[in-house]
């Protein structure tokens, strides 16, 4: 299943083509079935004779078959995530994040290679890179690319606090009837589950229960004792557990923008995140930040959300303040002065 | 719970700190007008201030510290004497000025603008500067939780001071359109502008990169002879050398360098300006790029330090240190009055994001988060 930077796209591509202006044509490789509804953009998609991983192949060691073979000539070519687009029009970048460099050992050796190439094509002919947060541009600059030409576009969110009615429901489904604090994502090594549940343990003798929502994902398995598994839920059933939760924990070791913590705030929820990587940014000060190498620290700051009611009411309202800014017309507003400055420079 | 919040203001001498003073009000009032039910606050600040803020005076318990703070050594003794004392039994202490006093004994907030003088040397003189490197590390641990402007700072915090990255939040500075703000055509006259405006207000501080400029708006010059390169801002170190370069380049006509002037003129430029350059090599936060948004003007800014992550969408970026590629962004936007005009509305909803609201309900937060680190 794609995850938060596939679904970022499609909404980018979504709010643009509300915004109008920019004129999107979508390039694929060949597909045998189409994508689920859910997954295909609003958008005309033309698809180039080659199977996903050999047009993939031949776009990033041959610079071809340019996308204007499906499309016909185009202004600006967006490579939308770790794949660089053939084009003869100027080209747009998105760089989700560059955690291939940060953690080699996450990836296999054929991602470590695509992403490499990515990077290396970027660096030298993309006319305008793009990145989710600031965290990702300075890894883009670390990395070599030209400072002038890296912008941050935000991602947004779309979602509506849910009533108390919903609210009630999925604690009935589910289940949960005392306070809890909710980890909702893949359980892979990044996301640092290991230490939360350590943290939780630590804060001994308290009346919260800790639930995990999020299908599983890769590395080692977890104990399940004391823990609440949910497993996969529907998205509906998220936002309301966003809501129901006395504390939102997401203490990720890296993340290009972190997605969760901006759909948590905007139920206003109180958000424990990672002080080190683009949640910070995302959070600002409407939520608390941890050392997420830190299992004390996180485990004070689940304490501090569960103990101190001035504190919490202070940062929901701030939270829901905070995640209004976050729009996906801001976002399609931001690529689209993104497309003039590449139109710009050519 | 009510907490008590000290409000330590004696850094601030009233006309002498730049934009940071005007922010820093605006921000205590809209801290006021918020008035959260579970914090009070006590400003501390100097007499001279409470006289040319009275609405600050109003709104708040004001102590007043009877000195101006224009010393140095004597604001920095009356932090760990006069301020010491009355702060004693507040649950929390917010010192905005970039350094904690020596003596406290109430636990602290900080606020650090920038690290350029930890970076950067040729800003600062050699006294200060061997202060504020003594200062600010010791400041920073003594903290419960630093503020900083832009996510750039608090980045270099983190990095150049090892302190732990959950203490260290960023708060962008409020910055709304100015109420008074002078005419067109008495700025026309009393400034002699007769072209097009490239704005750029700053103090000739090396940093500020001037000269960059200058040489950019040579070639600027060459293919828009009416354009105007308008520079107010107080004179720094790099004074003589930025006239010499305006004679080199022959652009004395072209060129307005007019020194200090009333902050409603300068609001007045920035209304008038077709664009906004900010070539500067350092800035922690770049309040004339955050203006030249509030005023809905097109914006060229250096792609380094706070600049990039303020600017935004609003802005184009450039390499401060590539004078051509400064006059190449210049000439084009000159000439595409369209493009100036999306780039200005783009300017004016990001600025939303900079009231002094938002900078004020961020700060009751920071206050929360401070009082329960207890």
């Known amino acids: 299943?794609?995850?938060?930077?596939?679904?970022?796209?499609?909404?980018?591509?979504?709010?643009?083509?509300?915004?109008?202006?920019?004129?999107?044509?979508?390039?694929?490789?060949?597909?045998?079935?189409?994508?689920?509804?859910?997954?295909?953009?609003?958008?005309?998609?033309?698809?180039?004779?080659?199977?996903?991983?050999?047009?993939?192949?031949?776009?990033?060691?041959?610079?071809?078959?340019?996308?204007?073979?499906?499309?016909?000539?185009?202004?600006?070519?967006?490579?939308?995530?770790?794949?660089?687009?053939?084009?003869?029009?100027?080209?747009?970048?998105?760089?989700?994040?560059?955690?291939?460099?940060?953690?080699?050992?996450?990836?296999?050796?054929?991602?470590?290679?695509?992403?490499?190439?990515?990077?290396?094509?970027?660096?030298?002919?993309?006319?305008?890179?793009?990145?989710?947060?600031?965290?990702?541009?300075?890894?883009?600059?670390?990395?070599?690319?030209?400072?002038?030409?890296?912008?941050?576009?935000?991602?947004?969110?779309?979602?509506?606090?849910?009533?108390?009615?919903?609210?009630?429901?999925?604690?009935?489904?589910?289940?949960?009837?005392?306070?809890?604090?909710?980890?909702?994502g893949t359980v892979e090594p990044r996301k640092n589950l290991a230490r939360l549940l350590e943290a939780y343990r630590r804060l001994g003798d308290v009346e919260a229960e800790l639930v995990l929502v999020g299908p599983d994902g890769w590395g080692p398995d977890l104990p399940d004792e004391g823990v609440r598994r949910l497993g996969f839920v529907p998205a509906a059933d998220l936002h309301a557990l966003y809501a129901a939760a006395a504390v939102v924990a997401y203490p990720s070791l890296r993340e290009g923008f972190g997605l969760p913590v901006l759909e948590a705030m905007a139920q206003g929820a109180v958000v424990v995140t990672s002080a080190t990587t683009a949640t910070a940014e995302v959070a600002g000060v409407a939520a608390l930040l941890v050392d997420p190498l830190d299992v004390d620290a996180i485990a004070g700051a689940l304490q501090r959300a569960l103990a101190d009611p001035d504190l919490a009411t202070g940062l929901r309202t701030a939270a829901r303040a905070r995640s209004a800014t976050f729009t996906w017309s801001r976002t399609a507003d931001s690529m689209a002065a993104a497309y003039a400055a590449a139109v710009g420079s050519a | 719970m009510t907490a008590t919040v000290g409000i330590n203001l004696l850094w601030l001498v009233p006309g002498e700190v730049g934009g940071s003073e005007e922010s820093t009000v605006a921000s205590l009032l809209a801290l006021h007008a918020l008035g959260p039910p579970d914090l009070r606050f006590r400003v501390f600040a100097s007499a001279a201030f409470a006289a040319a803020h009275p609405e600050v005076a109003r709104a708040f318990p004001t102590d007043r510290w009877p000195h101006s703070g224009r010393s140095r050594a004597g604001r920095v003794l009356g932090e760990s004497t006069w301020l010491a004392r009355r702060t004693a039994d507040l649950d929390l202490v917010h010192h905005a000025g970039g350094t904690v006093p020596s003596v406290r004994r109430a636990p602290c907030v900080l606020t650090v603008h920038d690290l350029q003088p930890l970076e950067r040397s040729a800003t600062h003189g050699s006294f200060k500067r061997a202060y504020l490197r003594a200062t600010i590390p010791r400041s920073v641990r003594a903290a419960r939780v630093v503020v900083t402007p832009s996510e750039f700072v608090r980045r270099s915090v983190i990095a150049g001071l090892g302190v732990d990255p959950a203490r260290v939040v960023s708060v962008p500075h409020g910055v709304d359109l100015p109420v008074a703000i002078t005419e067109r055509a008495e700025l026309e006259a009393r400034y002699r502008i007769d072209g097009p405006v490239v704005l750029y207000p700053a103090i000739t501080y090396p940093h500020k990169n001037h000269l960059t400029l200058v040489d950019a708006f040579a070639e600027v010059a060459a293919q828009h002879p009416d354009a105007l390169l308008v520079l107010p801002g107080g004179k720094g170190s790099l004074e003589d050398e930025v006239l010499a370069r305006i004679q080199v380049h022959r652009l004395t006509d072209r060129v307005r360098r007019l020194g200090r002037i009333p902050a409603a003129d300068v609001a007045g430029l920035y209304s008038l300006a077709a664009v906004v350059a900010v070539p500067s090599l350092y800035e922690g936060f770049g309040l004339p790029a955050v203006e030249a948004m509030v005023h809905g003007v097109a914006l060229v800014a250096a792609s380094s330090t706070a600049l990039p992550e303020v600017a935004g969408e609003a802005g184009e970026l450039v390499d401060p240190l590539d004078a051509s590629a400064w006059a190449a962004a210049l000439s084009a936007l000159l000439a595409d009055p369209d493009r100036r005009a999306r780039m200005g509305e783009a300017g004016r909803v990001r600025s939303d994001h900079y009231r002094s609201e938002a900078n004020a309900e961020c700060l009751a937060n920071v206050y929360r988060q401070a009082l329960s680190r207890a």
């Not at chain 1, 953690?103 to 990515?118: D, K, L, Q």
């Not at chain 1, 541009?137 to 030409?149: E, P």
Request: glycine share 4%; charged share 20%; proline share 7%.
């Open chain 1, 1 to 184: 299943m794609p995850g938060g930077s596939a679904r970022a796209t499609l909404d980018t591509i979504a709010a643009l083509e509300a915004r109008g202006e920019v004129e999107q044509i979508g390039v694929s490789a060949w597909h045998r079935q189409p994508a689920p509804a859910e997954w295909q953009p609003v958008i005309d998609v033309r698809a180039l004779p080659l199977s996903r991983l050999a047009l993939y192949d031949a776009w990033q060691r041959l610079r071809r078959p340019v996308v204007e073979r499906a499309t016909g000539a185009v202004d600006v070519v967006h490579a939308t995530a770790h794949v660089a687009s053939a084009s003869k029009a100027p080209m747009v970048a998105t760089v989700h994040d560059l955690h291939f460099l940060h953690e080699p050992s996450h990836f296999t050796a054929r991602g470590i290679s695509v992403f490499s190439r990515f990077l290396a094509i970027v660096r030298d002919e993309a006319a305008v890179v793009v990145c989710p947060s600031q965290a990702t541009r300075a890894d883009c600059v670390a990395a070599g690319i030209d400072a002038a030409r890296v912008r941050v576009t935000p991602w947004g969110t779309a979602m509506e606090p849910v009533g108390e009615t919903e609210v009630a429901r999925v604690r009935s489904v589910h289940d949960l009837r005392r306070p809890f604090v909710l980890f909702a």
